[in-house]
């Protein structure tokens, strides 16, 4: 049995830790007296180098020692938490998910250490010996041992494979001289039989024989206690070998329970049957960790389903059979309800993305030297985890320009009568189906004015335009690409790498970004996001002989006109549209299809926006509404104009989906 079975296990239990201890250092600035929170970064970063050790990291294991060190310093009132501890610990936690993230991504883990493991030993002043002595206190060597909850874990799925869990308690004789050779033999047996999970103490305590004449192990395997026992007893100069069966992980987790935060009320009712223990076990069951490649290969197949279901309902409608129209129906309102079960189980939080950016505000924060206090509202709200994984960067983006351009210097926000602690928001919620995030300050706002005069310098837009622009579309102009108002070159602006690349994402996940600015009271960002990027609701309609989809989400409605309806101003077709006139644009004409010759007497009209943008798409007919698979046009078809995407129909027949933002824009 390989460690490499629990590699998943460990990178997300890893990533739940560092998160638990980051947070925890964050709330501990803010109340530096509370010793909850040292008790839980104590117990995320002790689990952490418990997996560590056991995945043979050593370098993770190592800085999480270190930082455990310390740790038990503050929480024993020999350590005051302070902002240079902090600072250490926090950059100690960003090397810890470097590191992380390189075993993630099929590395060994390894990193330069030793300069933030000095940094923690001299705040500290923690020697050498100190470490030692800590791990030789931590466990014992006698008793049954303290098992973490990767540890936990692990023996668990072993038990459940039908494999063996021993405490093995391994006595040396007395006058044993070459110890650390009888351990090597030792171990050397059991790596042979199983899996050594946990060894007390440490495995580098032992190979230097820094130990009296016994060591524990917690050990896997599919050989039976008396077989195990036989082998070991083979190498010479073994006093003893004293093997107990590890049953239950619950166990463990209730001894352990009892001898720390058992009240009297708890320990008088220890006897009787808790009825709320097992609702809590059974709770606990109904949580299971699934791949996500799996889930992937779960809609691969439901799209699939999806596109015979349109097939289905085709043939009932064309047959008009009751019996057929009946089934076929019924299938369909179940395949919805799959549809939504599937949808849900790919949904995470997007608190995933949310809990990099306190670190971030703080640590930008010092480095512009401002006093801003980062908001979080709506972590819990939930988006599909292909958007998810895509989010991140345009937030940074966003959240970086907020802190840079958007809140002032601490006294030029007192001489406007401010607070001197600048506010940013970062906000999620549902509306319909899409998912809005907001980032909001309460700085300078867009300052329009300098704004222009930049796009005009940098020719983004002409003198003629620029007269024409609304307060709405100047502030877009920072969307421009290329487009920056920063006055000097620095780290975070000014490098012509500007929001750009947000708008450009954004889009590309088929959302929207809109901006809100008042000058002197602060900027608002809002990002609209689909709900999942797999299964979209189209209109189809015909252009010529070819059937095209656009997206239900950009369309504000639809409508026929008669041609004396469309005026032409200054060389482009409008239409009159709610007390404005709205360019309309032919698809016909924009996809080259060819024309059937005929000219109608009336147009249909397909009324689409992007931001305050409307446009109207012409095309020949309109079909209906649909659920349809939204499939990519593969490598070779990257960058085809106005189409996003393709689908197939219940007919069999490929439907091209418009990217409507490209047309307006």
Same mark, same amino acid.
């Given at each position: 049995m390989e460690t490499n079975q629990y590699l998943g296990i460990f990178i997300d239990e890893s990533n739940e830790n560092l998160q638990k201890v980051n947070d925890g250092l964050l709330d501990l600035e803010k109340d530096p007296t509370n010793m909850e929170h040292i008790e839980v970064i104590f117990r995320a970063a002790h689990t952490l180098k418990g997996m560590s050790a056991t995945m043979g990291y050593e370098d993770l294991t190592t800085l999480t020692h270190q930082m455990e060190d310390v740790l038990d310093l503050v929480r024993n009132g020999e350590l005051a938490v302070s902002a240079q501890l902090l600072d250490i610990l926090l950059n100690a936690v960003e090397k810890l998910e470097e590191?992380?993230? &390189?075993?993630?991504?099929?590395?060994?883990?390894?990193?330069?250490?030793?300069?933030?493991?000095?940094? $923690?030993?001299?705040?500290?002043?923690? +020697? +050498?010996?100190? =470490?030692?002595?800590?791990?030789?206190?931590?466990?014992?060597?006698?008793?049954?041992?303290?098992?973490?909850?990767?540890? *936990?874990?692990?023996?668990?799925?072993?038990?459940? #494979?039908?494999?063996?869990?021993?405490?093995?308690?391994?006595?040396?004789?007395? =006058?044993? $001289?070459?110890?650390?050779?009888?351990?090597?033999? !030792?171990?050397?047996?059991?790596? @042979?039989?199983? *899996?050594?999970? @946990?060894? !007390?103490?440490?495995?580098?305590?032992l190979e230097s024989e820094e130990f009296d004449h016994q060591f524990d192990v917690v050990f896997v395997t599919s050989v039976n206690e008396k077989e195990l026992k036989d082998k070991i007893m083979k190498v010479s100069e073994i006093k003893q070998v004293n093997i107990q069966p590890i049953k239950s992980v619950n166990d463990h987790e209730e001894t352990d329970n009892k001898e720390m935060d058992r009240t009297p009320r708890e320990q008088a009712s220890k006897e009787a049957?808790?009825?709320? &223990?097992? @609702?809590? @076990?059974?709770?606990?069951?109904?949580?299971?960790?699934?791949?996500?490649? %799996? $889930? &992937?290969?779960? /809609?691969?197949?439901?799209?699939?389903?999806?596109?015979? %279901?349109?097939?289905?309902?085709?043939?009932?409608?064309? /047959? +008009?059979?009751? &019996?057929?129209? #009946?089934?076929?129906?019924?299938?369909?309102?179940?395949?919805?309800?799959?549809?939504?079960?599937?949808?849900?189980?790919? /949904?995470?939080?997007?608190?995933?993305?949310?809990? %990099?950016?306190?670190?971030?505000?703080?640590?930008l924060a010092r480095e512009l030297q401002k006093d801003i206090q980062l908001d979080i509202e709506g972590a819990e709200t939930e988006l599909d985890r292909t958007v998810i994984d895509e989010i991140g960067d345009p937030l940074v983006h966003l959240i970086r320009n907020s802190l840079d351009h958007g809140i002032e210097m601490p006294e030029v926000r007192e001489k406007n009568g401010k607070n001197r602690q600048g506010h940013v928001l970062l906000k999620a919620y549902h509306s319909g189906n899409h998912v809005y995030v907001e980032i909001s300050d309460d700085g300078q706002g867009i300052n329009r004015e300098k704004v222009l005069n930049k796009a005009l310098e940098n020719q983004v837009v002409t003198p003629e335009q620029a007269n024409q622009l609304s307060d709405r579309q100047i502030d877009e102009l920072i969307l421009a690409s290329g487009f920056s108002t920063a006055d000097e070159v620095s780290d975070l602006s000014g490098r012509g790498v500007g929001l750009d690349v947000v708008k450009n994402t954004i889009e590309s996940l088929g959302g929207t970004i809109e901006i809100a600015s008042e000058e002197g009271k602060g900027t608002t960002f809002t990002i609209q996001l689909p709900l999942t990027l797999s299964i979209i609701s189209v209109m189809l309609s015909t252009v010529g002989s070819e059937t095209y989809a656009v997206p239900l989400s950009t369309i504000i409605e639809t409508a026929i006109i008669n041609q004396d309806e469309i005026v032409t101003i200054q060389g482009q077709k409008m239409m009159h549209f709610k007390e404005s006139v709205i360019p309309l644009i032919f698809l016909r004409e924009v996809l080259d299809v060819p024309d059937s010759n005929n000219a109608p007497d009336k147009e249909s009209v397909i009324i689409v926006r992007k931001g305050e943008q409307v446009a109207g798409l012409v095309v020949d007919s309109l079909i209906g509404q649909q659920e349809v698979v939204l499939k990519n046009l593969g490598n070779y078809l990257t960058s085809i104009f106005a189409i996003s995407g393709a689908t197939i129909l219940g007919d069999g027949e490929v439907a091209l989906i418009i990217d409507t933002h490209s047309l307006i824009k």
């Open positions: 590191m992380v993230g &390189d075993i993630s991504a099929g590395g060994d883990g390894e990193s330069t250490i030793q300069p933030i493991l000095s940094q $923690l030993k001299a705040i500290g002043e923690i +020697e +050498e010996s100190a =470490d030692e002595a800590v791990t030789s206190t931590e466990d014992g060597v006698n008793g049954q041992l303290t098992l973490d909850s990767f540890e *936990e874990t692990v023996i668990s799925q072993a038990n459940s #494979e039908g494999l063996h869990t021993y405490q093995l308690t391994i006595q040396l004789t007395d =006058d044993c $001289l070459l110890k650390a050779a009888r351990v090597y033999m !030792v171990f050397g047996i059991l790596e @042979k039989e199983g *899996e050594v999970i @946990k060894s !007390v103490p440490s495995v580098e305590t049957p808790n009825n709320s &223990d097992k @609702k809590r @076990k059974q709770s606990a069951n109904k949580t299971i960790r699934v791949n996500i490649d %799996r $889930l &992937d290969a779960l /809609m691969n197949l439901f799209e699939e389903l999806v596109i015979d %279901r349109g097939r289905l309902e085709q043939i009932a409608s064309e /047959m +008009e059979h009751s &019996d057929l129209t #009946e089934t076929v129906g019924r299938m369909s309102r179940i395949s919805g309800d799959l549809q939504s079960i599937i949808l849900t189980m790919r /949904m995470v939080p997007i608190e995933q993305v949310f809990n %990099r950016f306190p670190r971030m505000v703080r640590q």
